[in-house]
């Protein structure tokens, strides 16, 4: 009997034995591989040139990522290979799934804790859910090692979290990091525009200036420079009339003009179908829209023709003018845009108004002043705030 006793621990011995080194196997390739695609995408993607090259990029990453949970799928099971598996849902889009798995990491309250909650602050960015991001962030950022991720969650909370005083924060932190990675490095001119525009919201003007000159001064990219530039001349438009407008075009509406809006708050929003950024701001101006029109405010779309069409469901190449037409009131309709929508021929008001990226929303009061101009798709709470400056408080 005793003998027994020792044979069956001696196999138990044995059988957990083999299972350890099972699962530093599985870790051991797991992590491997996963490094070496991660690697190769972060060098394709800092090579991408063009829509269509980013679009095939994102397909072949998915596919990819996709193969190697499919050959992970029977590994053995531990905190570490929840992590990267978590990883690999997040690379595939799979937020659900994705979420899922870390959760239950996260409750076992593990040694790799703080590396499992950054993978949930990845995964709530990707939801969108950029504040609730934060509150998991602010936990574990004194502890979070300064990589990729790290960064990436910091321009994230730079541009969208919905306190100024977060968004501040963190524009700041990543103009001063000592050792900001070089993929972050080409979007610094970007912060300092975002610290200029907190300050233009705070009604600091003559600190956003400071802001962007000292910027223009630093920035060595023509494209930023010139982006800067930009935005300190349409600083000089604040508290005067604002440009009229003219489209050959419009959708949802006759022809407006700026002059008969008097007595309205108006919103500009200059935007194109392939603009990602403006597809994220067009569902909140359609909200505000909705429930502020009776207020007095008046949302217009603003856009140009370029010759060519792409949005995020289609790339028709180049076009002649009516097709272009015809497939932007499809996105129009697609979208469910219910505010005027005006198409212009050559875009002469882009120059007017000095537009040099989309988004860019021109805010303007009753009297028929510009009061506020925002670059960029941001938090929609800054936009939310300003109608309500606007409208007053109605």
């Known amino acids: 009997m005793y003998k027994k006793l020792i044979v069956v621990l001696v196999i138990v011995v044995f059988i957990i034995s083999c299972q350890g080194n099972s699962k530093a196997d599985d870790l051991k390739n797991l992590t491997q591989d996963f490094t070496t695609l991660d690697t190769k995408f972060q060098e394709k993607e800092s090579k991408i040139k063009s829509y269509k090259e980013y679009q095939e990029f994102k397909a072949e990453r998915k596919k990819e990522f996709g193969e190697l949970l499919v050959k992970y799928k029977d590994s053995s099971k531990s905190e570490a290979i929840d992590i990267i598996k978590a990883k690999l849902f997040l690379k595939t889009e799979n937020l659900e799934n994705s979420e899922i798995l870390i959760d239950e990491v996260i409750s076992e309250d593990g040694k790799l804790l703080d590396?499992?909650?950054?993978?949930?602050?990845?995964?709530?960015?990707?939801?969108?859910?950029?504040?609730?991001?934060?509150?998991?962030?602010?936990?574990?950022?004194?502890?979070?090692?300064?990589?990729q991720d790290y960064y990436s969650a910091l321009m994230n909370f730079a541009f969208e979290a919905s306190d100024k005083s977060v968004r501040k924060k963190y524009s700041q932190e990543l103009i001063d990091a000592p050792q900001l990675p070089e993929e972050?490095?080409?979007?610094?001119?970007?912060?300092?525009?975002?610290?200029?525009?907190?300050?233009?919201?705070?009604?600091?003007?003559?600190?956003?200036?400071?802001?962007?000159?000292?910027?223009?001064?630093?920035?060595?990219?023509?494209?930023?420079?010139?982006?800067?530039e930009s935005e300190l001349s349409q600083i000089e438009f604040l508290g005067k009339k604002a440009p009229s407008i003219s489209a050959e075009t419009w959708v949802n509406s006759t022809a407006l003009s700026l002059d008969k809006l008097k007595g309205k708050v108006v919103i500009i929003d200059f935007w194109a179908p392939w603009c990602s950024p403006c597809r994220t701001v067009i569902p909140g101006l359609i909200e505000e829209y909705g429930k502020r029109k009776d207020d007095g405010l008046v949302v217009i779309g603003f856009t140009k023709l370029y010759g060519s069409y792409r949005d995020d469901m289609q790339n028709a190449g180049k076009v002649d003018r009516n097709k272009e037409i015809e497939l932007t009131k499809g996105f129009v309709k697609r979208f469910k845009i219910d505010y005027p929508v005006a198409i212009s021929d050559e875009g002469k008001d882009f120059d007017s108004y000095m537009i040099t990226g989309i988004p860019t929303m021109i805010f303007i009061d009753r009297e028929g002043n510009v009061d506020y101009i925002k670059i960029g798709s941001g938090n929609h709470n800054s936009v939310k705030k300003k109608i309500e400056e606007l409208l007053g408080n109605k």
């Open 115 to 147: 590396e499992a909650k950054m993978v949930k602050v990845q995964i709530l960015i990707s939801k969108k859910k950029v504040d609730d991001a934060y509150s998991v962030f602010s936990e574990i950022e004194s502890s979070e090692n300064k990589g």
């Open 184 to 228: 972050f490095k080409r979007y610094e001119y970007m912060f300092y525009a975002n610290l200029a525009s907190i300050a233009k919201e705070e009604n600091d003007i003559a600190g956003a200036k400071e802001i962007l000159n000292k910027a223009i001064e630093i920035t060595n990219d023509p494209r930023g420079k010139k982006s800067l």
